[in-house]
């Protein structure tokens, strides 16, 4: 991982890491049902922030800073809120204890750092939607704005506001709280904190028309969570697993596109549009993560990324080891999704023909008849099998599907060589 | 050298709806620009409304701020070196706070003319 550059005497991100820290451990002294008033105080300090540092320079310690103005924020707001009255004088021994540790204590970074871990806990508690996990992690730890997260999913901005609001009430109502799960529920909250950072990290990386900055973002926080939980004495080998895999992906980022904003399949990535700094921490954690017996499907996903990042070039990808960890993959996960992907690999190692015959039982599947990514396998199957007309027919269907717009832009180039190859 | 004042005005209230990374980079340019050779001081009033002091009658009164109709408020103040009007005027320009919709007053000071 390369090290953020510092601008401007600030470290890249640190407002939005600093916020989703602060609120993390003002709603643990404050309590989680108070996470809007968490919220505010950092707000406040930030806009102080804003009001004084064009004037008078960044302080040394910009972090400590923005802590000290945040909490000295919420004693005077805990002093005022009459809801609070018989817990006042606790909360405001526990934020002027808090307020006046030493910034470089270590104590005070463990404390943060688990702040932020009991927060993301929450925010994927399983009463949560998905869609509802992602945007509340991101408002709460990640320090993004309704307005980023709106522009990261393509949704309004109204929709992402009321979507919060109602996580909030939950919170209350259902008395949610930042405690760790007890030892026998870690395993499957964790899977749910792990699902949803996958999930966020996904939805930064699907292509969409107008890539925006803010979707790589959403990956690098995802891998930004992944590694804050890898990093805690609760961490299990899958994490490692899902961190290798998403720092495979994202190294891959900038190679995934060419200059007009088409997809580039990963076979024709430029390598050495790949960052390195990624790949090798990808590695780092691939390594820990095969330190145990535990095999998940990241773990399988992980293993197939390492093997296309180890290759040289194309012509260096070792098919056959690829192709043993699909089936294993499959086994661990049989969705379509992994069918189609292992499909490609099929046609290398036994040709297309055997390939064509692994995705057949897909057909039969109403929901998938009309996916977009099984037609578009089946129709580059057909043309490797010199079946253009048949090839043709599948693009075309493909096209009429629901999907991004680099991705129909892709299934036209396709359609266009099947032409080119029925003169 | 002559020395001129800028004064900073603005809508509190629009920082507000700022992201914490927008916050950053309004902090990254601000802080940048404070650099530039030719600044030589710079202060931010409080947020508080003031005093106003009038003599109504007579007699003087202090009276609670603000005196504006609009929502512009002075927020702070630069202090800087131009050979002239011209030159202060390029560098207020260049400053951030007018990409952000803010408006600043190029005054020269009266001690510096002389």
């Known amino acids: 991982m390369t090290s953020a550059p510092e601008v401007g005497g600030l470290l890249e991100h640190l407002f939005r890491h600093q916020s989703g820290r602060m609120v993390a451990h003002l709603a643990r002294l404050l309590g989680p049902a108070h996470l809007d008033l968490a919220e505010e105080m950092v707000q406040q300090a930030m806009l102080r922030a804003l ?38 004088d606790a909360i405001v021994t526990e934020l002027s204890r808090s307020a006046s540790a030493m910034p470089d204590d270590p104590g005070l970074e463990e404390q943060l750092r688990d702040d932020e871990l009991r927060m993301i806990f929450m925010c994927c508690h399983p009463n949560f939607s998905r869609d509802t996990s992602v945007a509340l992690s991101l408002k709460t730890v990640g320090g993004f704005s309704v307005r980023e997260i709106a522009r990261a999913f393509l949704a309004d901005e109204a929709t992402i506001a009321q979507r919060l609001v109602r996580a909030k009430r939950q919170i209350r109502e259902c008395g949610l709280t930042l405690d760790m799960p007890s030892a026998s529920e870690l395993g499957d909250r964790l899977d749910s904190v792990l699902e949803v950072v996958y999930f966020m990290f996904n939805e930064g990386y699907a292509a969409h028309e107008g890539e925006d900055l803010i979707r790589r973002d959403l990956c690098m926080e995802a891998l930004r969570l992944g590694r804050l939980i890898a990093a805690s004495s609760i961490s299990m080998p899958r994490v490692d697993a899902l961190v290798a895999l998403m720092a495979f992906q994202a190294a891959r980022l900038a190679a995934r596109v060419d200059q007009a904003g088409d997809l580039v399949l990963l076979e024709q990535q430029d390598r050495d549009r790949w960052d390195q700094g990624l790949i090798a921490f990808g590695f780092y954690h ?137 003169l | 050298m002559p020395h001129y004042m800028l004064l900073l005005y603005d809508d509190p209230s629009k920082w507000g709806k700022l992201s914490p990374e927008e916050m950053q980079k309004a902090i990254e340019k601000y802080s940048a620009w404070r650099t530039k050779p030719g600044v030589v001081d710079s202060n931010r009033l409080a947020d508080d409304p003031g005093k106003v002091i009038r003599v109504t009658g007579n007699q003087p009164r202090a009276t609670d701020g603000p005196y504006s109709e609009t929502k512009e408020v002075l927020g702070g103040y630069y202090t800087i070196e131009a050979a002239n009007y011209e030159e202060a005027v390029k560098l207020a320009l260049a400053h951030p706070h007018v990409e952000y919709g803010g408006t600043v007053e190029v005054r020269q000071t009266w001690g510096s003319m002389t």
């Open chain 1, 286 to 422: 691939f390594d820990r993560s095969i330190s145990g017996d535990e095999v998940s499907v990241y773990h399988a996903q992980a293993a197939i990324a390492a093997t296309y990042a180890r290759a040289t070039g194309p012509e260096g990808v070792d098919w056959p080891v690829i192709h043993e960890i699909y089936d294993q993959l499959l086994e661990l996960n049989p969705s379509p999704v992994v069918v189609l992907n292992r499909a490609v690999v099929v046609a290398k190692v036994h040709g297309a023909a055997c390939a064509l015959e692994a995705i057949e039982p897909l057909e039969s599947d109403p929901k998938l008849r009309n996916y977009y990514l099984r037609l578009a396998v089946r129709g580059h199957l057909l043309f490797e099998l010199k079946r253009v007309r048949e090839a043709a027919a599948c693009f075309r269907q493909a096209l009429e599907c629901p999907c991004s717009e680099p991705e129909r832009r892709f299934l036209r180039r396709k359609l266009q060589e099947c032409d080119g190859g029925l």
């Open chain 1, 51 to 88: 009001q004084s540092w064009p004037y008078h320079g960044v302080p040394e310690n910009a972090p400590a800073w923005l802590f000290r103005v945040a909490h000295n924020a919420a004693i005077d707001a805990v002093r005022r809120d009459r809801s609070l009255s018989d817990k006042t």
